[in-house]
DNA sequence: CCAAAAGTGTTCTCCATACACCCATGC
DNA sequence: GCATGGGTGTATGGAGAACACTTTTGG
C-alpha cells in the first residue's frame, strides 16, 4: 500500500515523501507506504500509514488505483493499493517524520526522482485531484477549517493549474452551497477584511 | 483478480457469472476471477481470466476498484483487483464456460446472489459503467462492428436506465465525431433502412 | 393498408465565460 | 497616499433539453 499525502502551503501544493533508508533504492525518495495487515482492510492500512507519517487521523482519503507491473519492485513481486490523502499543513503543524527516516514535503512540480514506480502514482493521483475538482467541491481538506473565498480560489488554481476568473468562482461556490459564512474575518493582511468562510460537513450528501 | 463481463443481447445487458464447484459458497454464482500469476500483471491476469472464459481476446478492459475487507472469502484473506469488461456477443458465439463449470449470462439486474463481496462489485462496475457513458462516448464494444444509431441509443438507455430524445442523441453522438457512416444499410426489419455506423479506432485520441 | 422504425430542425433555457470598478485597510 | 486585495453585476455564446411529423418498408 502507498499512499499520495498531498498539502498545501504558502509555496503551494505539496506533496509528502520518505527518504529510504534500506535497498533498494536506498537514499532516494519515495512515497509512503507499507504492507497491509492480516487483519485489516486496505482503508485502514492507509489510514493507519498516514497517522504513523503525519500524526493526522481526521483526513480526506481516498483509493487511487493498483499498480501491479511485474517488476515494479526489483525484490520481488509487489503489488501495491495506492490512496491518495489531503492534509492541513495550516493548523496542525505535521510532523512529518515520525521515525527514523527523514521524511519532506516538496512542491508537487520539484519532487525528485522517485524510487520504484511511484512517479507514475504521483501523476496519476495529481490527474485524479483535477478530475474530481472539476466537477465536484473537494479539497476544503487543505485548508484551515475556516479559509476566505480567495484562499479557496488558490488552491483550485494550484491544482487545475489555471487562473479563474474571481466573479465566476464566486458564485459557482457559493450557489454550490457547500460552504456557509462564519462571522469572522480575516484581518492582518493589507487590504479589506475578508470574510472567512466554513466546510458545511452535512453538505457532502446534496453533493454526492 | 475479479472481472465483471458485461454484454449485451436483445433481452438487455448481461453479465456473465460462473457457477462454484467447490466450497466456499458452492453451486453459489460468482464472478470469474482468478489468481494473479507471479509473472504477469493485474492487467494480463485479467486479460487471460477473460479470453479462458470467453475466448474473447481483444476487448475492452479497465480496472475498476480494489477490494480488502478483511472477511471477504471466509477461509483466508484474500484481496482482490477488480476488473470490468465489455464484450460482443452478438458476433462472436462466446462460449460461456471453458472449464467443468456451469457459466451463464444473468440480466444485471436479475442476478442471482452472488457469492463473497460480488454484489458490491457488480453494483460498482454498472456504476462506474453509467459515469463514463455520460461524458465520453463509451460502449461500442457491446455492439457489433457495424450498428445503427437506434442500436447505440438503446444501449444507452439500457445502461443509463432512462429514456434519451432520439434527435439530441443523434446530434451528440455525430458531432462527437467517434462513429462514421459504412457504406451499408441494416434491412429486414420493418421500416425503412437504417443507416450502419462503425466505431472510429482513431477517434480514441480525441476523447482521451 | 397498417404497424414499426428511420430520419430530420428549431426554440428555449440555463450554465459557463468574459469583463471593470470601487472600497477598505496596512504600511 | 498608495499598494494590496475584497467584493460586486451584466451581457453574450454555447450546450443540452423539449418537442412532432414525414417517409420507408415488411407483413
Redesign the interface.
Known sequence: MDCVVFGLDDEGLKVLLIQRGLAPFEGKWALPGGF?R??????E?ARRELEEETGLRKVFLE?L??F???DRDPRE?V?S?AYYALVNLSEHHVHAATDARDAAWFGVHDAPTLAFDHADILQMALERLRGKLRYQPIGFELLPKKFTLSQLQHLYELVLERELDKRNFRRRILEADVIEETENYRTGQVGPRAMLYRYRPDAVAEVT
Chains 1, 2 share one sequence.
Open positions: 497491509v492480516v487483519n485489516e482492510t486496505l482503508d492500512a483509493q488505483y493498483t501491479g507491473a511485474v513481486r503489488v493499493v
